[in-house]
């Protein structure tokens, strides 16, 4: 059900122009890596942790210039510039994740968490 509510989500994002984000939120001049990912670049997927389990299970996609990694309970999303952490609460069932690049916040299962976002350099 909420990997279905993820899909929607994607296919309305879909329509939205790439100027609806813009630099909001990780501010930055018009070079190639400093300029913010168009709407259309999501990470979706799935998330689950037990609390029998030492560390979370992560499966997701994207199809943006970003790397995924996860390190303890934080999934850790990184561009050549940007860095985005998203702190994976506790859950005993797998969650849909959805996060858009440049927004404050992700949806998991369904509730809306806060991310903790800076330049890749720490600056």
């Known amino acids: 059900m909420n990997l279905v509510l993820a ?3 994607l296919i309305g994002l879909s329509h939205f122009s790439t100027s ?6 990780l501010p930055a001049g018009r070079s190639e890596a400093g300029t913010m990912p168009p ?3 999501l990470v979706v997927g799935e998330v689950v942790w037990a609390k029998e389990n030492i560390e979370p299970t992560v499966r ?5 210039p970003i790397q995924i990694q996860r390190e303890g309970a934080y999934l850790k999303l990184s561009s050549s510039k940007w860095v985005v952490e998203v ?5 005993p069932l797998p969650q849909a994740f959805l996060y858009v690049w440049g927004q404050r916040d992700a949806t998991i299962g369904n509730h ?8 890749i350099d720490g600056t």
């Not at 609806?20 to 939120?25: A, D, H, V």
């Not at 809306?112 to 330049?119: A, C, E, L, N």
């Open 7 to 9: 899909a929607l989500v």
């Open 20 to 25: 609806s984000i813009g630099n909001r939120i």
């Open 39 to 41: 709407v259309k670049c």
């Open 60 to 64: 997701l996609k994207t199809w943006c």
């Open 87 to 91: 702190l994976i609460p506790e859950t």
């Open 112 to 119: 809306t968490v806060q991310v903790s976002y800076g330049p």
